[in-house]
């Protein structure tokens, strides 16, 4: 096997402080764009381009958390194409995991599932079953998208299946929380209340643990879709009112800057207001995030979100 070829330890720990910092809320958006694209071009003038794969994938990640999807995009196959002169199968899985990820947001789901089977098989080569279950859990969301639910659900398992393998297990926090979301509407698409309840209390329970906001973000918005169709919710611990929840979701969501997020729970929020019959806040929530979903470029969600405004407007 070759030897595997990294990023200069400095310029590596640079990349990550920028990222941290950003994360903590210790530097605006701005400075960190500004911070990193310093880094490309320091790596370009040395003619490193293991280092400047780095800054460029640490560019995209930053934009995708943002929503910028087509920056973040640019960002990763340029990364892709630096990254692919040297031998380095997680770095490669990472990138096209998290190109993926912009192509989901956008609604390409088709791309979004080819660039993850990539990052599955390139992280094959070094055994690495972290970068394997984050792939293969979002597969099953993209597939959830599409609603072709067997092969979700079957992602989902495959997920939790790999999760298990992991050293650390308390680690897969992020992917747990997002297979229990999956399987919660999953069972909302066949009207199993009862079992939707079960997995969003389930992904509540590990996003709690978890110190990402993000997480505890998508939580709160499953717990708000179960909710919704509930006549009671069976802990009395819990809100029955699903607004709580969308409210709490989306601030998490603002707690990482993380606009697309946002918006998402905005429409969700709206599709249950309809179904309470407040079609009026319905309205203005599905205005503001269809004209989010457009300049974001969620192609799929501006699609789904303007079919249901003429539903509730008809």
Not at 14 to 22: E, F, G, M, R, W
Not at 110 to 119: E, G, H, N, P, V
Not at 179 to 205: K, S
Request: net charge negative; hydrophobic share 40%.
């Amino acid at each position: 096997m070759p030897e595997i070829e990294n990023p200069t330890p400095e310029f590596n720990e640079a990349c990550i402080a920028v990222s941290t910092q950003l994360r903590a809320g210790n530097l605006p958006f701005n400075e960190a764009v500004a911070r990193l694209s310093v880094l490309v071009q320091r790596a370009s003038v040395e003619g490193n381009t293991l280092n400047q794969a780095r800054a460029e994938q640490t560019l995209g990640t930053i934009q995708l958390t943002k929503g910028n999807l087509d920056v973040s995009i640019q960002h990763m196959q340029r990364a892709r194409l630096l990254a692919s002169k040297h031998y380095n199968p997680n770095r490669i899985a990472t990138i096209d995991l998290a190109e993926g990820e912009s192509w989901r947001f956008k609604g390409h789901f088709d791309k979004a599932i080819q660039l993850y089977r990539s990052s599955f098989e390139y992280a094959g080569q070094m055994n690495n079953t972290v970068l394997q279950t984050y792939a293969t859990v979002n597969i099953g969301l993209a597939l959830l998208s599409l609603e072709r639910l067997e092969e979700a659900k079957q992602a989902f398992e495959d997920g939790l299946a790999l999760s298990k393998k992991w050293e650390n297990p308390d680690a897969a926090l992020g992917p747990l929380c997002e297979i229990h979301h999956g399987f919660a509407h999953i069972h909302l698409h066949h009207h199993q209340y009862d079992q939707a309840w079960e997995e969003a209390v389930q992904a509540y329970q590990i996003a709690l643990r978890s110190d990402d906001p993000r997480h505890s973000g998508l939580a709160r918005r499953t717990l708000g879709d179960v909710v919704t169709h509930l006549t009671h919710v069976p802990d009395p611990n819990y809100s029955h009112n699903p607004d709580d929840y969308y409210r709490a979701s989306i601030d998490d969501f603002r707690g990482r800057d993380a606009e697309a997020e946002i918006m998402l729970t905005t429409f969700a929020q709206a599709v249950s207001l309809a179904k309470r019959g407040n079609h009026n806040s319905a309205a203005r929530k599905l205005q503001q995030a269809i004209i989010a979903f457009n300049r974001l470029g969620m192609e799929n969600d501006l699609k789904r979100a303007t079919n249901f405004r003429k539903t509730i407007l008809s």
